[in-house]
């Protein structure tokens, strides 16, 4: 299905685990975007890239690392998972340089840490 | 550090009447303002936007303000619609940084 997918949907992990989200986007956006969602903190950007092999931090990104070796796949990675990053995570792409267009967002995966 | 703000976590509001939700920012450097749309268990999808050599920007029942001069913008929806019903955020971006507020919750009551 064209779009942009996230998996899983649904995560429980434990504290000190290794974590990876997968994102994956048809439309072969050169930009895509991670996001978490907090109550009280709206959608916070974590990483994003412009390109493939170009990655840049966003405002929280500590504690993550992510990869794009493929335009369509931007996988984020909990190296070693704690509870505060208990969230739902969002994964988004845009077409354009820049953000000042409009972003395409995946439905979603929520991570909870124990 | 919030720099955009959406201080009313909720509201609600009967069918057929206007619908006002406001954002503040306190980042100058911003020049582009959006607002997205989101139902539960899905991502958020955009609705409408507004660059700041604008004040208004109108898209069939939506309609965003901006204010510069008091940092605030606001989305106006009329008539509400109960598929209206939702969490709104707004956004504001300059360069590669983009921000968001944490969301209201829309309740359209029919």
């Known amino acids: 299905d064209a779009g942009i997918t996230q998996s899983p949907r649904y995560k429980i992990t434990e504290t000190g685990r290794q974590v990876t989200l997968m994102c994956h986007q048809t439309w072969s956006h050169s930009y895509m975007f991670w996001y978490r969602q907090d109550l009280g903190h709206g959608l916070r950007l974590i990483y994003y890239?412009?390109?493939?092999?170009?990655?840049d931090k966003g405002e929280v990104p500590d504690g993550y690392v992510v990869s794009r070796s493929k335009t369509e796949n931007f996988p984020l990675t909990l190296e070693s998972a704690t509870r505060s990053q208990t969230s739902v995570y969002f994964c988004?792409?845009?077409?354009?340089?820049?953000?000042?267009?409009?972003?395409?967002f995946g439905p979603g995966t929520r991570l909870l840490v124990l | 550090d919030q720099q955009v703000k959406q201080n009313s976590p909720s509201l609600s509001v009967q069918e057929g009447r206007i619908s006002i939700l406001n954002c503040d920012y306190t980042?100058?450097?911003?020049?582009?303002f959006l607002w997205y749309k989101k139902y539960p268990a899905e991502g958020p999808t955009f609705l409408i936007s507004i660059s700041s050599i604008k004040d208004k920007n109108e898209d069939g029942r939506f309609t965003v303000f901006l204010n510069k001069s008091a940092k605030h913008l606001s989305l106006h929806i009329v008539p509400s619609q109960p598929g209206d019903s939702a969490v709104y955020f707004c956004?504001?971006?300059?360069?590669?940084?983009?921000?968001f507020g944490a969301g209201t919750r829309l309740t359209v009551k029919p």
């Open positions: 956004a504001a971006s300059a360069d590669n940084d983009m921000r």
């Open positions: 980042n100058s450097m911003f020049d582009y």
């Open positions: 988004a792409s845009s077409e354009l340089m820049g953000l000042q267009v409009t972003q395409y």
């Open positions: 890239s412009a390109a493939a092999d170009i990655t």
